[in-house]
């Protein structure tokens, strides 16, 4: 069992950075993929970046091409994301999540999630 903790949430404004971290309890979590999902209120909850479980291979969504950086340090059980050129509309609860196949895009291809991070991007 993977224990993920989200940090590096808050409040920013429109073109601002903030980096948020994905902690976990195990050192297998090596060995598994992570993603990054936000969901808005009243949406569903939507892909924003993967990395394989070595680092070797990342995906992103579309809107956050360009503009997002996803990366972990194995050593320290943590991945990460980092956020720039925040946008209003990236506003959400962020979520990390893991799992055995990498860059996997669907919430469903996750087993562990962690309990999420909120990002408020402010015009």
């Known amino acids: 069992q993977v224990q993920l903790v989200e940090s590096g949430g808050g409040l920013v404004q429109a073109g601002g950075s903030l980096r948020l971290s994905c902690a976990a309890s195990e050192r297998t979590f090596s060995s598994y993929a992570v993603g990054w999902f936000r969901q808005a209120p009243g949406t569903e909850r939507e892909f924003v970046a993967a990395?394989?479980?070595?680092?070797?291979?990342?995906r992103y969504a579309d809107s956050v091409k360009g503009r997002f950086t996803i990366s972990r340090d194995n050593a320290k059980n943590t991945a990460y994301l980092q956020m720039n050129s925040l946008k209003p509309e990236d506003t959400a609860v962020y979520y990390c999540?893991?799992?055995?196949?990498?860059?996997?895009?669907?919430?469903?291809?996750?087993?562990?999630w962690g309990q999420g991070t909120q990002v408020t991007v402010s015009s």
């Open positions: 990395i394989s479980w070595n680092g070797g291979s990342t």
């Open positions: 999540a893991a799992g055995l196949r990498n860059t996997a895009s669907y919430s469903w291809e996750y087993n562990y």
